[in-house]
């Protein structure tokens, strides 16, 4: 049973920087593609940014140029870096991870807050 493990959350001022982990366990992580997520209080969960299995990323338009997302496939780990954070980037960040033909499991999220 593969299981992911966020950490790295907090709380920081806006204009500050977060790194977000999420470890998997189990032998198929660079095979999968890694994908953050997020949900803001009273908002739906939405993408942040993906990297696929080879290393392409792809990043939603309201993080582009801020954040970067990376792997580390000898490690089973995948990064989040955040930087110039804003207060709208506050929410729960989540880890999940993908693959063909029907894999996809969640990790229990990390909190972030930036304060104003």
């Known amino acids: 049973q593969v299981q992911l493990v966020e950490s790295g959350g907090g709380l920081v001022q806006a204009g500050g920087s977060l790194r977000l982990s999420c470890v998997a366990s189990?032998?198929?992580?660079?095979?999968?593609?890694m994908i953050w997520h997020r949900q803001a209080p009273g908002k739906q969960r939405e993408w942040v940014a993906i990297?696929?299995?080879?290393?392409?990323?792809n990043y939603a338009d309201s993080v582009k140029g801020r954040f970067t997302i990376s792997r580390d496939n000898a490690r089973n780990t995948v990064y989040l870096q955040m930087n110039m954070l804003k207060p709208e980037d506050t929410g729960v960040y989540y880890c999940?991870?993908?693959?063909?033909?029907?894999?996809?499991?969640w990790g229990q999220g990390t909190q972030v807050t930036v304060s104003s």
């Open positions: 999940n991870a993908v693959g063909v033909p029907d894999f996809n499991i």
């Open positions: 990297t696929a299995p080879a290393g392409t990323t």
């Open positions: 189990g032998s198929i992580f660079s095979s999968v593609a």
